[in-house]
Structures are given as C-alpha cells and as structure tokens.
C-alpha cells in the first residue's frame, strides 16, 4: 500500500480549512443507510486489493532501478491525475487559494515524505523485503496515534495504550533476530504517519492532494528521465511492455485514490478500519508464496503481537466513534446564560 498506500485520511482535519471551493468527502462516520454501504463496498474493497498487489507490479518493473520507476510513477501520476480531474469536471479554483497561502510549502514536505515512502517500499519489493513492507503498513496506525499525542495534543485511551504497548513489544521482538530489515518496516510507518501529519495542515481531497503533490515532484522526477534517456540508461522505451508498465505504474497510482474516495463517504468508519488491513495482509502473503521469503519463528511471534495490537486499537477507535454521545447531567438545572455544556472532543 503506497500512497497513498497506505490509505489517507477520509476525515477533515479539526484544524484545517478547505481550500477554494473544493470541500472534503463527508465524514465516513455519518450514519449511512444500507443500500449506501454496499454501494462503497465494492470501491473500498478494490482500493485496499490493487494497494495489495502493488508488490507483483514493482517486481515486473525490474530491470528498471527503484529511482527511475519512482520517477517515472510521479510523472504518470501527474497526467493520470489531472485526466481523472478533467473527467470529473472537478473545479480548479483551489488551485490560486494553495499557492497563496502557506499551506503550499506544507504540501511540498508532504510531497518530499511520500517520494521518500515511496521509494522505500519499491526498494524493499525489488530487493526482496515485501514481508518487511507489510509490516510497516501494520504499525503506521500505532504511529499516527503516537503522533496525535505528541504533534496534536490528542488524548490516548485505554484501547490505544495498549495496542500501542502491544505493537511496540511485537516489534521488539522481530527486531531481536531480524534487525537488519527492520529499518524498512519503520521508515515506512514513520514516513507515512508523518506525512499524514503534515496534511492535517494543508487539507486537500485525496486526489487533488496527489495531484499537487506529483506536481511539485514532476520538476525533479522528469529532468532525471530526460537525464537518463540522454545517457542510454533509461529502460522506457527500450522494450514496449516494461515501458507500459511503467506507465501503468502512474495509473494504479490514482485508481484506488479514486475508488478509496468513492468508499468513503459511504462506508461507517468500523468498515473503512477493517479494509485498511486488507493491503498489508495481502502484501505479507505474496511476500512468504510469490516472492519465496522465509519468516520464522521470532517474526511470526512479534507479527502476531502487532496483529493483536492493531486489533486492540481498532476495536477500541470503533467503539469511541459508535458510542453515543451523552450530554452531562446534574441536579441543579442547567442556567440558561451560557450553553450548556456538551461532550468533550474525542
């Protein structure tokens, strides 16, 4: 799951405001009717299933090195973007509002975060380290809950202590015997969970972030292609069906941003927080029967101590946002010269 693999945020941000006339996809929490949530279950379920399978595509890309299929996805990513856009009829009037305020030297850090995770992952699927990838896609919920409390202030409940300390554990554990792949599993939680942090700033739909992001890479990805076609290293056009799929590369980059945003706003948020496991899990079984790697018995114990934390957290953030909410009560009567007090923010 690349990004957005993982998958991004579906929420608007607490503190952000929207850009232009370009308003984000409703809340996945609102209540939803039936008919609603089978029609964003098939998108949901596709988006998490290409996430998953992101590994057989990288591996096709070789002998291309993990820098210039990096580039060439942002550059294809750029143009399948901007059709999808013009497809849509989506307005472009955000577009003045972002490079005005300052919210556009936040997209270029998001950016550079997300060219830095998606490099990470296609080095780790080429050099044989798709079980390592997963992982990191396992603990980048737990990281952005370490996150909401030190960047955001966000309180941590008893669900999160523990999944958290759990997790932590499990890794503690893969990282007794298995320490020198470790480090892929982390750069991709924290690079992700930072550039989820980073967005909170500046909130843009999912497909118009991307669009911005590849934009600001597209001056250093394309000069590099141009670069590495002048010296005869470049593997596009050298051979038609690797130079599809490089091409294709920057498609399935947008697809299931698109159908993720169709789920979205149809799904509950229990739903969306199951589905968001279905890429890495899928990542971690190609990683041990396609691509042949060999797990054992340390990495099984310490997977399954993360496994068990993720659960824990997820339960837990499903109950929060099921619970109804309950308005204080007391004796005395409410006065009736200031509002009365409500829920606090969770």
Same mark, same amino acid.
């Given at each position: 799951m690349v990004a957005a693999e993982p998958a991004p945020d579906a929420s608007p941000s607490p503190r952000g405001r929207r850009l232009g006339r370009v308003s984000a996809a409703p809340s996945a929490t609102a209540p939803v009717g039936e008919a609603s949530r089978r029609a964003g279950l098939l998108p949901g379920v596709a988006a998490y299933l290409i996430w998953g399978v992101f590994p057989l595509m990288f591996a096709a890309l070789v002998p291309a090195t993990p820098l210039e299929i990096l580039a060439h996805r942002i550059v294809w990513s750029l143009a399948a973007v901007g059709l999808v856009l013009v497809v849509l009829r989506r307005p472009w009037s955000w577009v003045l509002a972002l490079v005005r305020s300052r919210r556009l030297l936040r997209m270029a850090l998001a950016a550079l975060l997300i060219a830095v995770n998606w490099l990470t992952f296609i080095w780790a699927v080429n050099n044989g380290h798709v079980v390592e990838g997963s992982l990191g896609y396992f603990i980048n919920p737990l990281v952005n809950i370490a996150l909401g409390v030190l960047l955001f202030g966000e309180r941590m409940g008893r669900s999160g202590r523990t999944g958290a300390l759990l997790a932590l554990v499990g890794v503690g554990v893969i990282a007794w015997e $298995? +320490?020198? !792949?470790?480090?892929? =599993?982390?750069?991709?939680? *924290?690079?992700?969970?930072?550039? @989820?942090?980073?967005?909170? !700033?500046?909130?843009?739909?999912?497909?118009?972030?991307?669009?911005?992001?590849?934009?600001?890479?597209?001056?250093?990805?394309?000069?590099?292609? #141009?670069?590495? *076609? =002048?010296? !005869?290293? !470049?593997?596009?056009? =050298?051979?038609?069906?690797?130079?599809?799929?490089?091409?294709?590369? *920057?498609?399935?980059?947008?697809?299931?941003? +698109?159908?993720?945003?169709?789920?979205?706003?149809?799904?509950?948020?229990?739903?969306?927080?199951?589905?968001?496991?279905? *890429?890495?899990?899928?990542?971690?079984? #190609?990683?041990?029967?396609?691509?042949?790697?060999?797990? $054992?018995? =340390?990495?099984?114990? @310490?997977?399954?101590?993360? +496994?068990?934390?993720s659960a824990v957290y997820l339960t837990g953030a499903i109950g929060r946002r099921g619970a109804p909410r309950r308005t204080p009560t007391s004796a005395v009567p409410p006065r009736t010269d200031h509002p009365t007090p409500g829920t606090p923010p969770r």
């Open positions: $298995n +320490w020198q !792949g470790l480090w892929i =599993s982390l750069m991709l939680a *924290g690079s992700f969970g930072l550039y @989820g942090a980073v967005k909170k !700033g500046a909130p843009l739909p999912a497909l118009e972030g991307l669009f911005v992001e590849s934009a600001l890479l597209t001056p250093m990805a394309l000069p590099y292609l #141009l670069w590495l *076609g =002048s010296q !005869g290293a !470049g593997r596009f056009g =050298s051979d038609a069906r690797l130079s599809g799929l490089l091409v294709l590369a *920057g498609v399935l980059t947008a697809v299931p941003l +698109w159908l993720f945003a169709i789920a979205a706003v149809q799904l509950p948020y229990g739903v969306l927080g199951m589905l968001q496991y279905l *890429g890495p899990t899928l990542q971690f079984v #190609l990683g041990i029967t396609v691509f042949g790697q060999h797990v $054992n018995a =340390s990495y099984w114990v @310490g997977l399954v101590l993360v +496994w068990i934390g």
